[in-house]
Nanobody, 117 residues
Framework: QVQVVESGGGLVQPGGSLRLSCVFS????????MAWYRQAPGEQRAWVAI???????IYKDSVKGRFTISRDNDKNTASLQMDSLKLEDTAVYSC???????????WGQGTQVTVSS
């Protein structure tokens, strides 16, 4: 059974950086698209960045140039490097593994990112 486990959240000041990781298990990692979503208080969960099995990436406009999604198919890991963090980036970040856009996500438990001075 597919499982994903996130790590790397925490408290950071505006302008700082964090790196989130998502470890995948239970199937062939390279055939899964990996995505990061986030949910801020009072808001719905929304996607942030996606990386396909082939390495193509798509970013939400508000994080372009600041966030970088990557994957290591040898280590079954997807990562989200977050730089120049803003207050509005505060949210619970969750990792999604799915075989394609028409397939459901396998979700991790989420990790809290708090940007505060």
């Amino acid at each position: 059974q597919v499982q994903v486990v996130e790590s790397g959240g925490g408290l950071v000041q505006p302008g700082g950086s964090l790196r989130l990781s998502c470890v995948f298990s239970g199937d062939i990692f390279s055939i899964y698209d990996m995505a990061w979503y986030r949910q801020a208080p009072g808001e719905q969960r929304a996607w942030v960045a996606i990386i396909t099995g082939y390495g193509s990436t798509i970013y939400k406009d508000s994080v372009k140039g600041r966030f970088t999604i990557s994957r290591d198919n040898d280590k079954n890991t997807a990562s989200l490097q977050m730089d120049s963090l803003k207050l509005e980036d505060t949210a619970v970040y969750s990792c999604c593994a799915r075989k394609g856009p028409d397939f459901p996500c396998y979700w991790g438990q989420g990790t809290q990112v708090t940007v505060s001075s």
